[in-house]
């Protein structure tokens, strides 16, 4: 198993550019069993879960064009499978995007259940609600969703909880049924408005993306389209994190500063100069800051999937701070390691409080998952000394060429094989 080896105490600086979004690639991929016809992604990004993604859409039968990386084309004129099998799916829950495209066009499909993770129990029931309420039917048999329909037809969505999944899974079946469907307390997120976007290029017919209510009007069939996706927000807040937590100067480009005005303006708030233009943002963290509460909330909220790293940089803020994390039941993992680290964190339920500034020291940690390592790697670049950080094949899900590019900026990160 590789891990990482980072000598901390570097500044970070220089320039920097996002990839293509990982949460906005996973959906719009599955969106290609949508139609027989070609759909072209001018970028994608290097991801593990891009190649689960694909792995899966392979097995079901879509042609795959390209590289991983680059530019790629789908086409899904000879679905060979309706089945997401267990072992595809357990990789990745996102698997479970392709339940609502499948049953829409071929009226029939069979995902595994995704199972639990290590940051909660993350069930699927509203995504099972909202097909019910299109009229599938849906049943269990060992360990596989099993749903069907004559045909779909429009229907009232209430979501009880906002799910980013859920909502894309239902916009994805919706565009293809009969009539209109109304998805209430959808989920807000930019890669729910980018797969929107794309299902509009490919001929959907909906409204109020970005809000959450969307109304979908059900066509006959869906063409082929071209689409180049969203910057990933989450790594470029992650970037900006490391930069702030080692006092650097970085320009991050290529980059929707809009998609993370909660970030930025926390940042803002602790006193770091933040200087956002269209799509780059300029950070300067070689002032002393303060400390600033966050809470964890869907879109336009505070990201979850950047509460980690947000702790890490916390650390080296003056006084304490409290997280709490609304989102996840579990999503602390990075807690125990951070403090094995020298950070003074306790934990109170579902927060966390933090007290800065300490001054960290390298230490052997453990990966627990995507979000977590990448707080690790933040600590790691802070703390004088060495620290190992062990299991990162779940940084590799949504980072690409993560220790390359953190190079590029000065860090001392190696991987070892
Ligand atoms: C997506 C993101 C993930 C991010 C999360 C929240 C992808 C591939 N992943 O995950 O990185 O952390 O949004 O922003 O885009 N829930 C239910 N029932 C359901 C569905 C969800 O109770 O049927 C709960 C979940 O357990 C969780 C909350 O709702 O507590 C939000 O989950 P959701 O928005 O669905 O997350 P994902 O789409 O899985």
Partial sequence: ????????GIPLKGEISVRAAKNALLPCLAASLLTSEKIIFERTSLLVDIFSMISLLEHLGVKIEGKVGESITLKADEVSSLVAPYDLVRKMRASVLVLGPLLARFKKAKVSLPGGCAIGARPVDQHIKGLKALGAEIDYEEGYIVAKCDELKGGDIFFDKVTVGGTQNILMASVLAKGRTTIANAAREPEVVDLGNLLKKMGAKIEGLGTDRIVVEGVDELKGGVHNPIPDRIECGTFLAAAAATKGKIKVKDCNPIHLEAFLMKLEEMGYEVVSNENS??????????????????YPGFPTDLQAQFVALLTQAVGTATVREEIFE???????????????????GNAAVVKGKTSLKGAPVMASDLRASASLVIAGL?????????????????????????QSLGARIERIK
Avoid: W
């Avoid at 198993?1 to 901390?8: L, P, Q, S, T």
């Avoid at 802070?382 to 953190?406: C, Q």
């Fill in 1 to 8: 198993m590789d891990k990482f080896i980072v000598i901390g």
């Fill in 382 to 406: 802070v703390a004088k000394g060495k620290t190992i950080i062990n299991r990162i094949y779940h940084l590799d899900r949504g980072y690409e060429k993560f220790e390359e590019r953190l």
């Fill in 330 to 348: 579990t999503r602390f993992m990075h807690i125990p390691e951070l403090q094995r680290l020298g950070a003074d964190i306790k934990l109170e």
């Fill in 281 to 298: 943002i300029f950070l300067n963290g070689e002032k002393e800051v303060n400390s600033v509460d966050i809470t964890t909330s869907p």
